[in-house]
């Protein structure tokens, strides 16, 4: 690493302590089993929702909007007072010997099944609440809560727990490590020559080698980003941004959504990418999209991995400035002289 791309700094440590080692080993327990009971929670969610809809007459295969009207009607005002219809029948908290002597009153639920069934989910759903709750007393006892995220609007305590669980900064030498690591990096296309976003494509995956059962060594597709990691950010964490028109962050979207809507001669930049690569406009090359032909879809989900790789890189300096590591500059200020934005504690600094 070129010293002209390192902040000077005196590393007092350049490996967490035992402290910080539990600490992580907490957050990453609590974070995991929080998540493993999330899913349970919509599995038994998604079920009592099949047992009433069935219920109520409505075909599991079709839409709701093709069933009876009065029918409809019923499940759309379970909705709109508990937006779901599991959250609409948690009150139902009947005990098996009002069942057993008819005394039910008059409601959606009259089978003990169904109310058993409904309690295990407000029961699941008690403990999925209350395993995060528990995140916050521990989270606030990391340095990048307390010096960094805490002052970042639309990241709270959770989110923290998981970039704070799934990234190892002494390891993440480069701002770029972290967008590799979340599947935020771009990957050549040998067939038609342009730079893809990293997914689960065919052409994505590398080969790892492994031990089978017998102590062999085998060699597998594998991909290379942590699944999770990058569902959390892109799913969760970047909508979040969104939704908040003073998050700095919110302003990367949409400058870098304007830039998209408002770039012009693109029929000329095809035309040129056909010219310079010696090909003809056919099907084979429909992997590479010009911008006049991206749709709205396409264009939010280039500006929400733009925004979150903009994030990753202020974070990616900050953290490691907080534990006195060496700070690689992004290869774009680096290498090419260009500052994409501008951090929020240098806004601070020049206001």
Known sequence: MSKDNVIPIDPLVKTPSEDQLELIEDIRQLVRGGYDLQKLRIAIGNRVCAVMKQKVGLDLTKSEKSQDKKKGEFLNKIRREYTLITDGLLDANFTQRQFEKGKIPGGIIDKFSEMILVKSYADMERTEEHQFARLKNIVVRHPIWTEYLEGISGIAHVMTAVLISEIDIYKAEYPSSFHKYAGLDTVMNEDTGVMEGRTRKGHHLIDVEYFDKEGKPQTRKSITFNPFLKTKLIGVLGPSFIKLRDCQYRKVY??????????????????????????????????????????????????????????????????????????????????????????????????
């Open 254 to 351: 949409d400058d870098y959504k304007f830039r998209i809507h408002q770039r012009k001669k693109l029929r000329e930049d095809y035309e040129f990418f056909l010219k310079a690569n010696k090909v003809k406009e056919n099907k084979q090359h429909n992997n590479w999209m010009p911008v006049c032909e991206l749709t709205d879809g396409h264009i939010n989900n280039m500006a929400v991995r733009y925004m979150i790789k903009m994030f990753l890189q202020d974070l990616h300096i900050k953290w490691r400035e907080i534990e006195g590591l060496p700070v690689s500059l992004p290869y774009a200020e680096a290498k090419l002289g260009m500052k994409h934005h501008v951090a929020s504690d240098e806004k601070t600094k020049n206001s």
